[in-house]
């Protein structure tokens, strides 16, 4: 499997997954000119994504969807729940609606439920030919029911949103900062972490640290707590405006 994060941060989240058979997005919330952009920087054709997967529906995450789905038809695979908020914005005609763990072409998708304030949100582990990437963003915790299920994947795509001191200290206002700490807000990096020491196995090659807050957030400290946490080298810090490299597993 080879994997880039398109963009991630406030402004937007979109990520690119690809195996033999199939080339997938997940979310797709910056423009589609930027998507394209992107994508044909990685060599990828728009017009063969075969599916866009979505973790929930925050504008950040699907901003650009009603232009892509327009411009190419590409299905897009989500709950009903969301799906009924998508139809709110615009008429979604080209989906289907994922109750459980299900396959595109080459691809098998296990869901994870997360813990968001959005109606309905997902994080999920990706698998082809023995290789998996684990991919979660946008929650206040992880269920522990998950621990087998999301331990010695060979990569993690991992939420890292904010520095507590940083939020506590800073700028938003008191709400904001309270749905951030909650069950239903963000992982801080503290919390990342501390999930991340549990699961990564043998078999673990990478880490992607995702969802960086602008405000709240740095990449020099998100990577710090990381490493104070984890005896692991091998960590790609994303970024909102600038796609990762393809990483290979």
């Keep these: 499997m080879k994997v880039s994060v398109l963009a991630s941060g406030s402004k937007g989240n979109s990520s690119y997954i690809e195996t033999k058979e199939t080339k997938i997005l997940v979310d797709l919330g910056m423009t589609t000119l930027y998507i394209e952009t992107k994508l044909k920087t990685l060599g990828i054709n728009p017009e063969d994504i075969d599916a866009i997967i979505l973790t929930h529906t925050h504008v950040d995450h699907i901003s650009g969807l009603k232009v892509f789905t327009k411009k190419y038809n590409t299905k897009v695979y989500l709950t009903e729940k969301m799906l009924k908020d998508i139809n709110e914005i615009f008429e979604l005609k080209n989906y289907e609606i994922i109750t459980n763990d299900f396959k595109i072409k080459d691809l098998e998708i296990e869901i994870i439920k997360t813990s968001h304030d959005a109606s309905d949100s997902n994080g999920y582990i990706f698998k082809n030919n023995n290789k998996t990437i684990s991919y979660i963003t946008d929650t206040g915790y992880i269920n522990r029911k998950y621990k087998d299920k999301l ?25 904001l900062k309270q749905r951030v700490l909650s069950d239903k807000g963000h992982l801080s990096n503290e919390m990342c972490s501390k ?7 043998k078999d673990t090659k990478k880490i992607i640290l995702i969802h960086l807050s602008h405000e709240n957030n740095s990449e020099e400290i998100a990577l710090k707590t990381l490493q104070e946490n984890l005896e692991f080298k091998d960590v790609i810090i994303s970024k909102q405006d600038e796609s990762t490299e393809l990483v290979e597993i």
């Design 151 to 175: 331990s010695n994947k060979n990569l993690y795509i991992m939420e890292s949103n904010h520095d507590i001191k940083m939020l506590q200290d800073g700028k938003y206002p008191y709400h």
């Design 195 to 201: 999930y991340l020491k549990e699961y990564i196995g």
